[in-house]
């Protein structure tokens, strides 16, 4: 019914790389001074875990929706394991796909949409399977980190 692709690869200026290393330096040397070695310990491992993850992700997501389910990469996500869906806007333009599995302890899920998938379409086809969220918003953090580009 539906399929794309998404990059999960971001692509950074020089300037933010720049950035990133002065405020994790700049931690971890006022976690020295200030005797605070968990503070510093924890930036660097931040820092590390994010070089991993960026350098480590497949740079493109292929996404499926039909009658079954909703497959994301090499995931499979069946209806009936899934609670709700929700399409959230960013100035009326559709920036992700949000799914809420039926587990207690599992995450929600935000699936980027592209310029090609016609939301309208896709939240038709979808109300028929799941029920909708309607006001559903990115939360704080969700918009730090699309501000701070991570």
Do not use: C
Not at 11 to 18: K, M, Q
Request: proline residues 3%.
């Amino acid at each position: 019914m539906f399929s794309w692709d998404f990059s999960t690869h971001k692509e950074h200026s020089a300037a933010w790389y720049i950035a990133a290393i002065v405020v994790v330096l700049s931690l971890v040397t006022y976690g020295i001074i200030e005797w605070i070695y968990l503070l510093s310990i924890a930036a660097f491992l931040f820092a590390w875990v994010y070089i991993l993850m960026e350098n480590n992700a497949n740079p493109v997501t292929h996404v499926d929706v039909d009658n079954t389910g909703i497959r994301v990469g090499t995931t499979f996500y069946e209806y009936s394991s899934l609670v709700s869906y929700a399409i959230v806007y960013v100035r009326d333009t559709p920036i992700y796909l949000r799914i809420t599995p039926r587990k207690k302890l599992s995450t929600v899920i935000d699936i980027p949409l592209t310029p090609d998938v016609d939301a309208v379409e896709l939240r038709n086809y979808l109300s028929g399977q799941l029920e909708e969220e309607k006001n559903a918003q990115l939360s704080n953090s969700d918009v730090l980190i699309h501000a701070m580009r991570l």
